[in-house]
């Protein structure tokens, strides 16, 4: 597609409820990356994935997330038993490869997640 | 470790007013900097970007200088619009595991008044 597009825009879901959240990045870029950004904070780092695998997930907060990528095009990031705390818009981004010189991301708009 | 500070806002301008924006960065090596902005209801834009020491980034009116010495680049413009108003973010970029990897600060929120 033109642009990095992420479902549902917004989504609100009770604490302990599972949740999937869906970035569909530019056709035919390679990397991608999820960010998390908390109210009145930058978008911190969640994981990278080359292609189908995931590079690097340091930054994943605990075992309760978990993302997948299975045909190197949409990725899906999942949240088990949700608390109040992982409420925050989670921002997709991908770029053509993974060492592009100008740092080409195409962010999504986010989804803003609210577990209530 | 890697890290980038910017001053805390909301930064409050009347319209055509000078803007400076306060970003100092922790690093090892030589990352790259960039100034990405957010406005309202949108994903995050690169605004203006600078790869090494002394290279002056610059884009609709903005300006960034990457200044080593001072582990700095401020955000500048000169005449500010109400449609600038928007959150102004910081990044680094560091080569890191065979990929690059963007390290933001927490964001600086601008409003302009006509």
């Known amino acids: 597609g033109a642009g990095v597009s992420q479902t549902p825009s917004n989504k609100v879901t009770e604490k302990g409820k599972y949740v999937e959240l869906r970035c569909d990045p530019i056709?035919?870029?390679?990397?991608l990356y999820w960010y998390r950004q908390s109210l009145g904070q930058g978008p911190e780092f969640l994981i990278y994935?080359?292609?189908?695998?995931?590079?690097?997930d340091s930054g994943l907060p605990n075992d309760r997330f978990f993302a997948v990528r299975p045909e190197g095009s949409v990725s899906t990031l999942k949240i088990q038993r949700t608390e109040r705390g992982d409420s925050a818009v989670y921002l997709c981004?991908?770029?053509?490869?993974?060492?592009?010189?100008?740092?080409?991301?195409?962010f999504g708009s986010g989804t803003r997640l609210t577990v209530v | 470790g890697n890290s980038v500070t910017q001053m805390e806002g909301p930064v409050t301008l009347s319209e055509e007013a000078f803007l400076t924006i306060n970003c100092t960065y922790t690093a090892t090596g030589y990352p790259s900097l960039f100034w990405y902005v957010q406005y309202p209801g949108e994903g995050l834009q690169l605004l203006l970007k600078?790869?090494?020491?002394?290279d002056k980034g610059s884009n609709k009116g903005f300006e960034a200088t990457y200044r080593k010495e001072t582990t700095s680049f401020h955000l500048e413009k000169g005449s500010v619009q109400v449609s600038d108003s928007a959150v102004y973010f910081c990044?680094?970029?560091?080569?890191?595991?065979?990929?690059?990897?963007?390290?933001f600060g927490a964001g600086t929120r601008l409003a302009v008044h006509p």
């Open positions: 981004a991908s770029s053509p490869g993974p060492l592009q010189g100008d740092y080409g991301y195409t």
């Open positions: 600078a790869t090494k020491a002394d």
């Open positions: 990044a680094l970029g560091r080569v890191s595991g065979g990929y690059n990897k963007l390290i």
């Open positions: 056709s035919g870029h390679t990397a």
């Open positions: 994935f080359q292609g189908t695998g995931a590079a690097d």
